[in-house]
Structure formats: structure tokens, C-alpha cells
């Protein structure tokens, strides 16, 4: 059985590799889905794997994604098949006095599970959804959805019942012989913060020049 709040009870989810790094706690995925932009969906078509990037939000205990109707990968999401979910935030690049011991700071969540379809009013509350987090505030404003366009979507839930989440952060963990031995302990180590930061935003070509950028996106800069 495995424990919505603790999903990494589960055999499949249960960090092996530096398993000090593991973090157990429901809020911790929470954090990481809801601050991250970009998901990475694998499946097996066949024989052979396939991972594409997606974007994606969280609704309450469930992910949404959505995409093509003429793609592979949401053709076997739609009908059910295994999946693997994976999203990394890069916190910064570590240094150490070893190539060995160099490293990335980084919060990542890894999700398994089979999606299911979503259709009609819960379709239309998962795409408000994810513009919401991708896009905050565009929703209200754009055009919504066609009935054509949402023909050529399909939309998906992956439930967040099997889960882990790794956690790496600080300095170097150096060979203690790094640290009392010439030449290695008299270099440089530590760790470079990494931040994703959004720029002033480019005006479309067609947009009348009276019209401004709206309040929503000027918020996110």
C-alpha cells in the first residue's frame, strides 16, 4: 500500500542512491511541483522508451498535462499506460576539490502511475488550470478553447499516490583526505546559486501600440 503523504514507501520510490537526500514529507513534492514549469513523461511504446518534456500543474492530489491528440505520447497516456513523471529544479552547481565529488544542488520529484483521460467541465478546469500556473492571470483575458481545439487535445491526471522526492543542497561533501592534503585543500570549493529569472517581456508586433503589458505579466518580472 502506498501512503499518499509518504509515497516514497513505495518499493518502486524508495531512494537507494544517497537515500540521506530523500525527503518523505507530502509538502516538499507540493513545493517542487507548484514552483516548477516543465515536466519530463516517459513511457514504453513497444519496445522502446520515450521521454518528452511537457508542461504541466498541479491540482490537488493529481498532475495535469495536456497535448496533442495526434501524439504518441498522450495516445498512450489516454489509454492508460504506465507512466513515469519527473521534475528537476536546479538550485546551483557545486564545487569540490574533486572532479568525483562535484555536483548539482537540486530539488526533484519523480511520480509513477497510469493517467486518466479528462473530459468535458473537468477537461476545461484542468486546461484553466494549468494556464493558471504556467501563464497566472492569462486565462481570464484569452479566448477560451474551441470546441475544434479541444477535439485536437487530450487531457490527462496523473494521481500523486506513488511518489519520491530527492533533495541535494550545500557545500561539497569532499574525501576528507581532499581536506588535509596539499594541493586539494588549498583550492577553491563551494557552490554557485542558480536562479530562473524572467526578463522584460517582448511586445508582439501585432498588438496596438496604446495597448500596455497587462499588470499579470508585469507582476512576474
Known amino acids: 500500500m502506498v501512503d499518499p503523504v509518504t509515497g516514497s514507501l513505495s518499493a518502486r520510490t524508495k531512494i537507494r542512491r ?17 514552483e516548477g514549469l516543465v515536466a519530463h513523461v516517459g513511457i514504453i511504446d513497444g519496445e522502446q522508451p ?11 492530489d493529481e498532475v495535469i498535462v495536456h497535448g496533442s491528440s495526434g501524439s504518441r505520447l498522450f495516445r498512450a497516456l489516454a489509454d492508460g499506460a504506465p507512466a513515469c513523471l519527473t521534475v528537476t529544479l536546479l538550485d546551483g552547481l557545486v564545487y569540490a ?3 568525483f565529488e562535484s555536483s548539482m544542488n537540486y530539488r526533484s520529484a519523480m511520480i509513477l502511475g497510469s493517467t486518466h483521460r479528462l473530459t468535458g467541465d473537468d477537461e476545461l478546469d484542468a486546461l484553466r488550470v494549468l494556464s493558471d500556473h504556467l501563464l497566472p492571470g492569462r486565462w481570464d483575458e484569452a479566448r477560451q478553447p474551441s470546441k475544434k481545439e479541444r477535439v485536437a487535445t487530450i487531457t490527462v491526471a496523473l494521481p500523486l499516490t506513488e511518489w519520491s522526492v530527492k533533495v541535494s543542497e550545500g557545500a561539497p561533501d569532499d574525501d576528507p583526505s581532499d581536506l588535509q592534503n596539499e594541493p586539494w585543500r588549498s583550492i577553491w570549493a563551494g557552490h554557485v546559486p542558480l ?8 511586445t508582439d508586433q501585432y498588438v496596438p501600440g496604446n495597448v500596455p503589458v497587462p499588470d499579470y505579466v508585469q507582476q512576474r518580472l
Open 18 to 34: 544517497l537515500p540521506d537526500k530523500a525527503v518523505t514529507e507530502r509538502s516538499a513534492l507540493d513545493s517542487i511541483l507548484d
Open 50 to 60: 520515450f521521454v518528452l518534456p511537457v508542461g504541466y500543474a498541479r491540482r490537488g
Open 97 to 99: 576539490r574533486s572532479a
Open 195 to 202: 536562479t530562473q529569472v524572467m526578463l522584460p517581456a517582448v
